[in-house]
């Protein structure tokens, strides 16, 4: 019987935090970052919302503030 494959998380996940050099699973790849955990998060985060919205507006869900 073939082992599943495990999910593949869309962006990023940190699965060992640490101050500098977190331990990140990076498109399913583990993988240490370089820098500033909190800044490693800062810079990916724009793009991660970007991202979410475009697939929200493909599945048809749209939020709108108000």
């Given amino acids: 019987?073939?082992?599943?494959?495990r999910p593949v998380p869309e962006e990023f996940a940190l699965l060992k935090?640490?101050?500098?050099?977190?331990?990140?699973?990076?498109d399913g790849t583990v993988r240490t970052v370089p820098g500033y955990t909190t800044t490693?998060?800062?810079n990916r985060t724009?793009?991660?919302?970007?991202?979410s919205r475009t697939c929200?507006?493909?599945?048809?869900?749209?939020?709108?503030?108000g």
Avoid: E, Q
Avoid at 1 to 5: I, V
Avoid at 17 to 26: L, Q
């Fill in 46 to 51: 724009p793009a991660f919302i970007d991202k």
């Fill in 17 to 26: 935090p640490s101050y500098v050099h977190g331990t990140f699973d990076v």
């Fill in 40 to 42: 490693v998060v800062k």
């Fill in 1 to 5: 019987m073939p082992t599943p494959k």
């Fill in 56 to 65: 929200a507006t493909r599945r048809g869900h749209s939020r709108t503030a």
